[in-house]
């Protein structure tokens, strides 16, 4: 069974930068894919984006694309999520999902395992 550690969050003034990271222990984390998503008190949980197995492969919903970047480094069994030009709209609790299968994709039903989430909260 694997487990999911997001870390990195905090609270920054609009224009900062966080870089959040996911930690696996458990399932051979470097075999799957990894997303990001995010939700916001009161809403549904949103994309943000994915990561293929081997980091060939990214995409990123339209309100994140050009300031955040998602990598990993499997070695480490982590995933990052670099965000920058924090806008007060980003304000949310940040997870991330382990996909079921090499690369991952925009749905959340993709994802089989999920951390407990890291609150992200931007002032403007």
């Known amino acids: 069974q694997v487990q999911l550690a997001e870390s990195g969050g905090g609270l920054v003034q609009a224009g900062d930068s966080l870089r959040l990271s996911c930690t696996a222990s458990g399932r051979f984390f470097s075999n799957y894919g990894v997303g990001w998503f995010r939700q916001a008190q009161g809403k549904e949980r949103e994309f943000v984006a994915f990561?293929?197995?081997?980091?060939?492969?990214?995409s990123y919903a339209a309100s994140v694309k050009d300031r955040f970047t998602i990598s990993r480094d499997n070695a480490k069994n982590t995933v990052f999520l670099q965000m920058n030009s924090l806008q007060a709209e980003d304000t949310a609790v940040y997870y991330c999902?382990?996909?079921?299968?090499?690369?991952?994709?925009?749905?959340?039903?993709?994802?089989?395992?999920w951390g407990q989430g890291t609150q992200v909260i931007v002032s403007s």
């Open positions: 990561i293929r197995w081997n980091g060939v492969r990214t």
């Open positions: 999902g382990l996909s079921s299968t090499l690369d991952g994709g925009p749905s959340p039903r993709v994802y089989d395992s």
